[in-house]
């Protein structure tokens, strides 16, 4: 990797030591791939592949690029230049500013780029151009070849009226539903009724969970399709709509197919993705629980027929609706490398990225039918930059603050894109990363899965850890009762943490007052030989009181070596840890129990939370006699100032980023100001509605002059 | 009450262990409970009216709670049988160990003692108590010696002057029911973390804390022993003011305290902690100390109160705003933070404590330390944005950079174009001022300079390094500025880094340019180590601005050769003048391993009496 050497510093480049050491740190980390596809370096392939991509999959089809001795060249917006995924490839080209439209989906850029870097062919990702039969010809034009299978293939799937047309032809089970284009509300409704309520209304375009309505009524038909028309066209350019018997409660379980361009397909087994918040898929796993050998056949002769019925090559995924009798129902098919895909490569020990480039290089596929395992069980959690308290998850954005992947657990995978520093910005998708654990079973799967959540550093934004944590410890998730409906029904009352037996809390307790008393050990621990001698304490138990939820816990510590027995609720407690307190992660045994603990802050006046199970915890520890006093301190109420955003200082406005009746999350921006030559960027304070704005671009403000008001 | 005097007695007997009130002790206090309304009546009116701190008076007096006696119990009892049922403290809480080793102090603890010291542990509270709480005092003051007993280790308080009584003898002020024992303030050492502090803390409940002569006496005697020692000074100010009634001799004592207060500065650390009022002349002794911290809602400073300022000025303000916390920890820049309520500011206090050296004979203290001192900070590699008009937070940088992202702001909300606190690097405290590009793009002003100025002062003053982050793009321009004298003021800051001796480590993560960059602690000013970031710009100006003084605007790529030329740290780097660039990454193992070679630095400036900073 030539380039790597060279720091990249606002559009210069200074020659700089110390990055290979980073960059060799890097390598070994990423050498838990939990894929073994045979690399054969005498097989000519590509020499230059462009990543039209960002994120984690960019930086998975590098790693693949990298293995297959391919260069590669990256494309950023200017907000990414500093991005993990340019760091990684051989040479990065910015193909605009942060707007998707003007930047990862600007194709006119993106062929430039590949016309000057001389790229031979090009991974899409997924997202973006991967499905864009456009994109897809313009390569063609231009000779360079697309990763992905050809332009009719990606048409006749990309189009769901399209699509199912051609599954019935090949015998592939579909849904009930109307196979033609809805012109209108009242269409929609007579539709409706025809097929029977609830029924669906979904972007023909459509992908993701965008444009998709559910409708029990005609009243819901007619506004689902005013919605999903609208949502349709502003996401795909395209406001058609279609209109399918809604089945309920199901499975979503897709198969992974192969096909090469000599006619050759395979199934590669499924992919359980039922554990969904707002049609968009939280927890993935491989292979599901509910599926027998025959209707694992079944599903996977079907997608291979349908994938044949297209000519289809390279890989794809065939998704079915599974009812509680087992019956599948096609339900659309993406042609492109699915977000899930890790999972599948765990358990048939298959690179898909590598297999993709293969096909697409003309190679025949390697694999019989009959050679595609399932080799134990893998499970994947997608980490959200969220706040799964509300509505399972609005997404949260900010700086990484610190950040750390559990890549210490064994067999866990880590495809991120992020690094410590990153900004988690409003443009792209709050997702910041995919962790996958693998195990000999299931069981094993999952419990390394829970060790590898509560080892995952992710401090500075908001994520979902806790919703993670509490699905894949459920007793109806670990029997494998699952369902598309699993979060609504689990939590009627949206999420709220994990809930403290009376056992946990004590062990939160315990460990809590434990990390205080370390704390204050340490602080009377000073180096060196003062002139005035310390004090020594003899001190060897505390009496503290924990402040908890609403409850005040009495908590008595003693210390008997690097040990803390801790007195909660008359039961004692024993706590071993090695107390250090600079570690995001601390291990610690309470009464033979390992936990893996984070402490999140902590502050002077005895505030802490902590990180346990997965759910942070808000606790105040004082010593009894501060505990005591603390009753007469007067509650004081919090002055809301957040509904407010003055200008802090005399400047111009550069632009204003919202407009009445917005709704704007926490830390997003508001408006630009320009002071000194500097652009400031005003973020709201909280999340709300824009009640009003009294500036506009070009404005000349002063210092506290009010900008915008929030209700 | 007689029978209160019994119930004293009655109360105290079932308490096994405590020193019993004597039958002499029990007499004078049940008077003094007697006297209550005469003696509170002549002493606030007094003092209030004098320096505009009638709130002062009107604010009624903590309860008194932890160190209270037995004999309290019964004469709190009117009015508020449920707050008081809630303070009752259990058995150990009555019987702090003061007892035993004030002893020491006093010499000997004969019965005679004893019996004075009970009423000197209640203070006014002894008298004052039921009436007083029936008034309701909501906003959570504590007392006087719950305040020390916060602040200090366990069992660690040694009181000094226990049996000082104030001296006047005008206004009826000698006859026994107006003599405490201690009188208004609480004096003594102790400590915290295990180290060496002297503290006094004014007791609102005697003569609404005002300072009388001997209040005034056992301050210095505190103060004098912890100059001759080298340990700090920490004062918990509650106090309505001058006691009026003594006259001159309580202004006497103010100034007794104030010239203690400069000999001592540059000696020892002082600390203020203003916990009510504190008015007229008494802010300038907080205002001469090293740091001013304030709680909220309770605790006001200013020269006259209200009442004065309508009175000649005509303007209507509240206690809140004319002196409240916010107003100075935000716009006069006179306390350097607030917190929220006593125990939050004590608790922090005690932390705060732990990054000071206890004296100018001492180096910096190093705490142990769990933090790799090697670790790198990927993230600072791109912290910076490539855009050099795009903001960023100068405090991720500091947070990311020292121990277990733990730092002391001094002053947030005050001027927060310059960012100046405490943290540690590899255990050991050091100063840190940056520039803050998040506001006023980290511009120098008036504020910022003399936030700057006075921060770096403590920390050569008392051996702390200091670590400068510099990005910045000049001083603030303009009318405001200019008349409010900018030149004297940046001098001020400029005068600070050059004179400061302590180990002076810089990094330039951006804009360094024109006459900031020189102040900002640049190799000029003997900066040891001065480092730039690849991302520097170290010029005299802003690319723009350049080359329209140069071409005047005619030369079409003049800009861009100016950037390539000066926006960048090489001109400075070939000079000499930083001595590396970096990789941001690197920066805080490069720190670590700096501020040991760099703890054994001696340097000194020509002989002189005193320089004379440009105030």
Redesign the interface.
């Known amino acids: 990797m030539a380039a790597a050497p060279l720091?990249?510093?606002?559009?210069?480049r200074?020659r700089?030591?110390?990055?290979e050491t980073?960059y060799s740190r890097w390598c070994l980390i990423t050498s838990h791939n939990l894929y073994s596809s045979v690399y054969d370096p005498n097989e000519k392939t590509f020499e230059k592949l462009l990543i039209a991509n960002r994120g984690e999959i960019a930086c998975r089809v590098i790693k693949t690029c990298k293995k297959m001795g391919i260069k590669t060249v990256a494309i950023h917006s200017?907000v990414d230049?500093?991005a993990v995924h340019v760091k990684m490839a051989d040479e990065a080209v910015c193909v605009g500013p942060a707007p998707t439209s003007k930047s990862y989906l600007n194709m006119d850029a993106i062929m430039e780029v590949i016309r000057k870097t001389r790229a031979q062919a090009v991974h899409p990702g997924y997202g973006f151009l991967s499905e864009n039969k456009e994109f897809a010809r313009r390569l063609a034009s231009e000779g360079v070849t697309f990763i992905g299978p050809d332009t009719h293939a990606i048409q006749a799937m990309g189009d769901k009226i399209e699509s199912k047309l051609l599954a019935k032809n090949a015998k592939v089970n579909t849904i009930p539903g109307f196979d033609g284009v809805v012109k209108d509300a009242d269409e929609a409704v007579r539709i409706a009724r025809e097929i029977g309520y609830p029924v669906m209304i979904k972007a023909s375009a459509g992908g993701g969970g965008k444009g998709m309505r559910i409708a029990w009524d005609d009243e819901e038909t007619r506004e689902g399709f005013r919605f999903s028309s609208q949502e349709a066209a502003s996401s795909f350019g395209d406001d058609r709509l279609l209109i399918e018997k809604f089945i309920d409660n199901p499975r979503h379980i897709e198969i992974q197919v192969l096909a090469d361009k000599h006619g050759n397909a395979l199934w590669l087994n499924e992919r359980e993705c039922s554990i969904q918040r707002r049609n968009q898929k939280v927890v993935e796993e491989a292979p599901s629980t509910f599926l027998d050998p025959e209707t694992r056949r079944a599903m996977g002769e079907q997608a291979v027929a349908l994938a044949k019925a297209v000519k289809y090559s390279s890989a794809g995924t065939v998704e079915f609706l599974v009812d509680s009798s087992k019956n599948f129902y096609f339900l659309e098919m993406n042609t492109r490398l699915q977000v899930e895909h890790p999972v599948t490569e765990c358990i048939t020990g298959l690179d898909l990225v590598q297999e993709m480039i293969r096909v697409a290089k003309g190679y025949p596929l390697r694999h019989k039918q009959a050679d595609i395992p399932i080799n134990g069980w893998a499970v994947e959690c997608r980490v959200y930059a969220e706040d799964p308290y509300k509505s399972f998850g609005l997404p949260s954005i900010g700086?990484?603050?610190q950040y750390q992947e559990p890549l210490h657990v064994p067999s866990v995978r880590v495809d991120s894109g992020i690094?410590?520093?990153?900004d988690i910005s409003i443009y792209y998708d709050p997702m910041i990363s995919k962790l996958i654990t693998y195990g000999s079973n299931r069981a094993e799967a999952l419990k390394r899965m829970e060790e590898a959540l509560d080892n995952y550093v992710i401090r500075g934004v908001a994520h979902n850890i806790s919703l993670l944590r509490e699905v894949i410890v459920h007793p109806r998730f670990v029997q494998g009762d699952i369902s598309t409906k699993f979060l609504p029904e689990v939590y009627p009352d949206g999420f709220k943490g994990h809930e403290l037996t009376d056992l946990e809390r004590r062990q939160l307790l315990a460990t809590a007052a434990s990390l205080y008393v370390a704390e204050q050990l340490?602080?009377?621990?000073?180096?060196?030989t003062?002139?005035?001698p310390?004090?020594?304490?003899k001190?060897r138990s505390w009496e503290l009181s924990v402040h908890l939820g609403d409850e005040i816990y009495p908590v008595a510590v003693s210390k008997h070596g690097s040990s803390f027995s801790v007195e909660v609720d008359g039961m004692k407690l024993n706590v071993t840890s090695e107390w250090?307190?600079?570690?995001p992660l601390l291990s610690v045994t309470i009464d033979g129990t390992q936990r893996t603990i984070q402490r999140i802050s902590r502050?002077?006046?005895?505030e802490t939370s902590i990180q346990f199970l997965g759910t942070v915890y808000k606790l105040q520890i004082?010593t009894k006699?501060?505990a005591?006093?603390?009753?007469?301190?007067?509650e004081?109420a919090a002055e809301d100032t957040s509904s407010i955003l003055r200008s802090?200082?005399p400047g111009t406005v550069v632009a204003v980023s919202v407009k009445p009746g917005d709704t704007v999350s926490e830390g997003q921006e508001i408006c630009v100001i320009?002071?000194?030559?500097?652009?400031?960027?005003m973020i709201a304070a909280k999340t709300g509605k824009v009640k009003a704005v009294h500036c506009k671009a070009g404005d000349t403000v002063g210092e506290e002059d009010l900008l915008v008001e929030l209700e | 009450m007689n029978n209160r005097a019994a119930e004293d007695r009655a109360q105290a007997a079932p308490c096994p262990g405590l020193p019993q009130p004597c039958a002499r002790s029990a007499r004078p206090q049940s008077d003094r409970r007697a006297a209550v309304p005469a003696g509170r009546a002549g002493a606030a009116p007094g003092h209030g009216g004098r320096a505009g701190a009638a709130p002062g008076a009107a604010a009624v007096p903590g309860?008194r709670?932890?160190g209270d006696r037995p004999g309290r119990r019964a004469t709190a009892h009117r009015g508020e049988a449920p707050r008081r049922a809630?303070?009752r403290?259990p058995g150990p809480?009555r019987r702090p160990a003061q007892a035993g080793k004030s002893a020491k102090v006093a010499g000997g603890d004969g019965a005679l003692s004893r019996c004075r010291r009970e009423p000197a542990r209640r203070g006014g509270q002894a008298v004052h108590g039921g009436a007083l709480l029936g008034s309701g005092d909501?906003?959570?003051k504590?007392t006087a010696r719950?305040r020390i007993?916060?602040l200090l280790?366990?069992d660690?308080f040694d009181e000094y002057d226990m049996f000082v009584e104030h001296r006047c003898t005008d206004f009826g002020m000698d006859s026994s029911k107006n003599k405490y024992p201690g009188d208004s303030v609480v004096t003594g050492r102790g400590?915290i973390?295990?180290?060496?502090a002297y503290v006094f803390s004014q007791d609102f409940t005697v003569f609404g804390g005002s300072l009388s002569g001997a209040h005034a006496q056992k301050i210095c005697k505190i103060m004098d022993q912890a100059a001759m020692?080298?340990?700090p000074v920490i004062g918990l100010n509650d106090s309505g003011g001058a006691r009026i009634q003594e006259g001159v001799e309580s202004l006497a004592g103010y100034a007794d305290i104030f010239l203690r207060n400069v000999l001592c500065s540059g000696v020892i650390p002082q600390i203020s902690l203003i916990m009510g009022p504190c008015a007229g002349g008494a802010v300038y002794s907080p205002a001469l100390t090293d740091f001013t911290f304030m709680v909220?809602?309770t605790s006001y400073l200013f020269i006259t109160g209200p009442d004065v300022v309508k009175s000649v000025t005509n303007e209507d303000v509240t206690q809140e705003q004319l002196g409240g916390a916010k107003t100075h920890t935000t716009v006069s820049g006179v306390a350097h933070r607030a917190f929220?309520?006593?125990?939050?500011a004590l608790?922090?206090l005690?932390?705060?404590f732990?990054y000071l050296p206890?004296?100018n004979?001492?180096?910096a203290?190093?705490?142990?330390?769990?933090?790799?001192s090697d670790r790198?900070?990927?993230?600072?590699?791109?912290?910076?944005?490539?855009?050099?008009?795009?903001?960023y937070d100068m405090l991720?940088i500091i947070?990311?950079i020292v121990?277990?992202?733990e730092f002391f702001e001094i002053m947030p909300m005050y001027a927060r174009n310059i960012v100046v606190g405490f943290a540690r690097m590899n255990?050991r405290t050091v100063g840190i001022v940056g520039n803050q590009?998040?506001?006023?793009?980290g511009?120098l002003d008036i504020n910022s300079s003399v936030k700057g100025a006075r921060f770096v002062r403590f920390c050569d003053a008392f051996n702390i390094p200091l670590i400068t982050f510099v990005d910045v793009?000049g001083f603030?321009p303009g009318t405001a500025q200019e008349y409010g004298g900018i030149i004297r003021h940046g001098a001020k800051l400029l005068f600070a880094f050059a004179e400061a001796t302590v180990p002076k480590i810089t990094v330039v993560t951006r804009k360094a340019y024109g006459g900031a960059y020189d102040v900002m602690s640049s190799k000029h000013l003997r900066g040891d180590v001065n480092y730039a970031?690849?991302?520097a710009e170290v010029a005299v100006m802003?690319a723009?601005g350049a080359v329209q003084i140069i071409f005047r605007g005619k030369e079409a790529n003049a800009e861009e050769e100016y950037v390539e030329k000066f926006a960048?740290p090489f001109p400075a780097a070939v000079r000499g003048f930083v001595d590396d660039?970096?990789?941001p990454?690197?920066t805080r193992t490069r720190i670590c391993h700096d501020l040991d070679i760099l703890a054994s630095k001696s340097q000194s400036s020509p002989w002189k009496k005193h320089a004379n900073i440009p105030l």
């Not at chain 2, 590009?437 to 793009?441: D, I, Q, T």
């Open positions: 720091l990249r510093c606002g559009g210069r200074a700089l030591p110390g990055w980073l200017d230049a500093n700086k990484l603050s690094q410590q520093g990153s340490r602080s009377q621990r000073f180096l060196g003062p002139r005035i310390i004090a020594k304490s001190r250090n307190l600079a570690s502050n002077a006046s005895g004082l006699v501060a005591e006093l603390s009753k007469y301190m007067p004081k802090p200082m320009e002071a000194m030559k500097m652009q400031n960027s | 309860p709670r932890l809630a303070r403290r809480h909501s906003r959570g504590l719950e007993l916060l280790d366990p660690s400590r973390n295990g180290r060496l020692v080298g340990a909220k809602d929220e309520n006593d125990i939050d608790l922090n005690r932390e705060f732990n206890l004296s004979r001492d180096p203290p190093v705490c142990e330390c769990h933090d790799p790198l900070v990927p993230e600072l590699d791109t912290i910076v944005p490539s855009e050099s008009a795009k903001a991720d947070h990311s121990d277990e992202r255990g590009p998040k506001v006023a793009s511009c793009p603030l970031w690849p991302t802003g723009k960048n660039i970096i990789q990454s690197s």
